[in-house]
Each structure stands twice: as structure tokens, then as C-alpha cells.
């Protein structure tokens, strides 16, 4: 074998050992995107973009659709029928410093819509640290709603009402100026 086909030779091989390496870095990086995806979503759903909160438990996503939390209830903001409900501002001010602007992710139950056509959902929040904040169980612990679940909707009723207790022992949000 002859100098050039030497050199040949292991600039091939070091461009297939380079190319294998890189293909390693490539599925792997793709393996850990996809591992922290699947834990830090770790939930069933539809990722959606907030555009727009509309009150403490009411939020607008791309499309334009409404989405309605389930199991939650916050005072009211919006309804021209009532007036603006104690601790109302603050919800609807927490609310929209969480998720407005923000990818989260829209669990459902059983019910598709309520009344008013809106999307009824769970509402998961993926953080920076690779943590989920459930929406609108934060809502009740922190004490910006109280629980309220409408069966057939009930699939974290019980977890809502341990936060709605701590909530109101701890004397938060609502519990402790309304």
C-alpha cells in the first residue's frame, strides 16, 4: 500500500469514526430530549400556548378557545351580573402571572364542554427545573380558589379538597382576608 492510500485510508476511517460519534451525540441528545420531554410532561394531554387568562380559572388558548378549569373555583372578576368578589383580583393576577404566555398542557376528565362551549381541563404547567405545577391544584393550596367539582368530573376531587383543608388551616389567600 502506497503513502496516499494510507492517508486515504485513515482520513476514511477517522471521517467514519467522526461520523459514527456524531450520530451517537445525535440519538443520544434525542434520547435525553425525548426522557426529560416524557418526564417533564409525565402527563396526558394537549400541549397548548395561553394567550390570555381571563379570570382566576379561566384561560384563552391558540385558536382563540376557551378553557375553563375543572375541580376550581375562583371569585369573580368578569361577571357584569355580580360585583368583583374578595380575593377575585388576586386570583385572576396569580393566574395570569403563571400562565399567560406560556406552553402548558390541558388534561381532560370526561366532560368535553361546559354550558358555555368552553374546554374544561386540568391545566399542567412544565417548569424550567423539569418540575410540573398543577395548576389548579396551586390555585387551591395557595388559597386563590376553593375546590368544586361537578361529577363526572371528579378524578382529583379528593386531592382538591386535602389542598382546600391546608389552605384554609394555613388561613391563605381567601381564607385569611375574605
Known sequence: MDRNSKILSLLTL???????????????????????FSSVIGIEGEKVAVTKV?????IEIEGGKKVR???IDTPE?????????????QAYMENKQLVEGEQ????????ETDKYNRLLRYVFLPLDDGNILFVNDYLIREG???ALTYPPDVKYSEQFLKAQQQAKESKKGL???C
Do not use: H, M, N
Open 175 to 177: 381564607w385569611g382576608e
Open 14 to 36: 477517522v471521517i467514519l469514526l467522526g461520523g459514527l460519534f456524531l450520530l451517537w451525540q445525535i440519538l443520544t441528545s434525542f434520547e435525553k430530549k425525548e426522557a426529560t
Open 144 to 146: 386563590f380558589a376553593t
Open 69 to 71: 378549569y375543572l375541580g
Open 104 to 111: 402548558v398542557i390541558l388534561q381532560k376528565d370526561v366532560s
Open 77 to 89: 372578576t368578569k361577571d357584569p351580573r355580580r360585583a368583583v368578589e374578595c380575593f377575585g383580583k
Open 54 to 58: 381571563i379570570d382566576g380559572d379561566t
